[in-house]
Each structure stands twice: as structure tokens, then as C-alpha cells.
Nanobody
Framework: QVQLVESGGGLVQPGGSLRLSCAASGRTFSNYGMGWFRQAPGKEREFAAAVSRSGGSTRYADSVKGRFTISRDNAKNTVYLQMNSLKPEDTAAYYC????????????????????WGQGTQVTVSS
């Protein structure tokens, strides 16, 4: 089992920044690819960003590319999502997820490939 706990959400004005953290425990963190997904009110959960287990590869949804940066610190068992230039449409509950994939640089954007999920942290972008 892998336990994931997100933090760092909150209320921010448009154009502002937030950094989300996801702390993992239970099994060897560096064995898992990590992803951030988000779910806006009334919408389905969608992919936002992912990082390979080595940290060497990343992928972003087109809607966040150039504004969000995913990173991980395997020594601290933590994955981060730096969010800049936030827009009202970024308002959502953000979830981190862990998946066991073959290959140090493999990434998946598919929710079904992630076996472990955190409880989510709310991000609200509003003036």
C-alpha cells in the first residue's frame, strides 16, 4: 500500500501562484510514477501533470503547459506541483496518484493506471 497526503491548496487571486505537495508513505516512493489530476465542480476528473519515477520525464495537459511544473524529491518521498499564472478555470480539487510502471522514464496520463490516490486538496482561483 502507498498512502498519499496532499497539501498546499487554498484561495488565490487570478495570476497568482500555489505549490501543492503530496507526501507518500508505505512503500518505496522511487518505484512509482506520480501524477496530478484535478476535478472541477460538475466535471469529470482530468489529467494535469505526471512525472516518471526517476523524475527524468514529465508530461502536462495542454491546459496547464507552460504554467504548471511537476517535480519530485525521492529523498523526501514527495511530489510537487508548482502552479503559476493561475486562472479561474484552474479551480478544482487536485489529487495526486501513484502508479507502478515499467521503466524509469515511463509516464501515464490515464487514471486507470494509477492504483493509489490521495484525498485531494482544493484550489480556488477567484478575485
Amino acid at each position: 500500500q502507498v498512502q498519499l497526503v496532499e497539501s498546499g491548496g487554498g484561495l488565490v487571486q487570478p495570476g497568482g501562484s500555489l505549490r501543492l505537495s503530496c507526501a507518500a508513505s508505505g512503500r518505496t516512493f522511487s518505484n512509482y510514477g506520480m501524477g496530478w489530476f484535478r476535478q472541477a465542480p460538475g466535471k469529470e476528473r482530468e489529467f494535469a501533470a505526471a512525472v516518471s519515477r526517476s523524475g527524468g520525464s514529465t508530461r502536462y495537459a495542454d491546459s496547464v503547459k507552460g504554467r504548471f511544473t511537476i517535480s519530485r524529491d525521492n529523498a523526501k518521498n514527495t511530489v510537487y506541483l508548482q502552479m503559476n499564472s493561475l486562472k479561474p478555470e484552474d479551480t478544482a480539487a487536485y489529487y495526486c496518484a501513484a502508479g507502478s510502471f515499467l521503466g524509469d522514464d515511463y509516464i501515464s496520463t490515464r487514471q486507470s493506471r494509477y492504483a493509489y490516490w490521495g484525498q485531494g486538496t482544493q484550489v480556488t482561483v477567484s478575485s
